[in-house]
């Protein structure tokens, strides 16, 4: 895994010198990997950066806010956490939006606003390479057009730059390295939890994958291998 994080920082320029990166936590799997990955790789590449872990808590009963940040404490961090109402609102009878869909937004923003107040530059996430490809079909299915999270971003005119250090890395890598570490597993309160689009696209592409080892490969590839040519304009 370590392998492949550091050819997807040297590929797409992720991290540089002097660097503070904010790291967006959700509490899973990915997130934690992608902190723990960030945290040793600093002890031993000649780059120096700073890394600062953020949890936006929703707002759902039940929360783990207090374990998350027992968890980062362990791997040498504090934790800065920011309470909201997110989750809730966008479940309220009030939001005609997807649920998902709004509170991710309001999430980001707020993870791009404590991350401004950190004196922040960069925003981590755990995005994996089954994220990406995954996104690929959701937007072809639901939002007609072709496209995807990529590895690296610059927003709002080069002032902040997202990266997804975990980009070529498969999910089943990051489950076992997870385990393998004795990661806790939190409880996700969200009521929409394992019930989204998302699911059934991943449900859809496990069907392929065991059809054929070399699909999810072809298809990882071939969003870097675009013929336009042979697109419809």
């Not at 992608?34 to 590449?45: F, G, Y």
């Not at 707020?110 to 690929?136: Q, V």
């Not at 496990?206 to 990882?220: A, E």
């Amino acid at each position: 895994m370590n392998s492949l994080v550091g050819k997807a920082i040297h590929r797409y320029g992720m991290i540089e010198d002097g660097d503070r990166i904010a790291l967006g936590l959700s509490g899973g799997k990915d997130s934690l990997t992608l902190l723990w990955a960030l945290a040793e790789r600093q002890k031993r590449v000649p780059v120096h950066y700073e890394l600062f872990p953020i949890y936006v808590d929703p707002g759902f009963p039940g929360g783990f806010t207090d374990g998350l940040s027992d968890t980062c404490r362990h791997l040498g961090f504090a934790l800065t956490v920011d309470r909201t109402d997110h989750g809730i609102v966008a479940h309220s009878a009030e939001n005609r939006e997807n649920p998902c869909f709004l509170c991710s937004r309001l999430r980001r923003k707020r993870l791009f606003e404590i991350a401004d107040g950190l004196g922040c530059t960069k925003l981590a996430l755990g995005h994996n390479k089954d994220d990406i490809i995954e996104t690929l079909f959701l937007n072809i299915c639901y939002a007609g057009e072709i496209s995807t999270m990529v590895p690296r971003q610059e927003l709002f005119n080069g002032r902040f730059t997202v990266i997804r250090p975990l980009a070529m890395v498969d999910e089943n890598s990051i489950r076992r390295f997870a385990k393998s570490q004795a990661f806790p597993l939190f409880d996700n309160p969200c009521p929409s939890a394992g019930d989204t689009k998302r699911s059934e696209i991943k449900t859809m592409l496990d069907g392929l994958y065991r059809t054929n080892r070399k699909i999810k490969g072809n298809i990882y590839r071939a969003m870097s291998h675009v013929k336009m040519d042979y697109l419809l304009k």
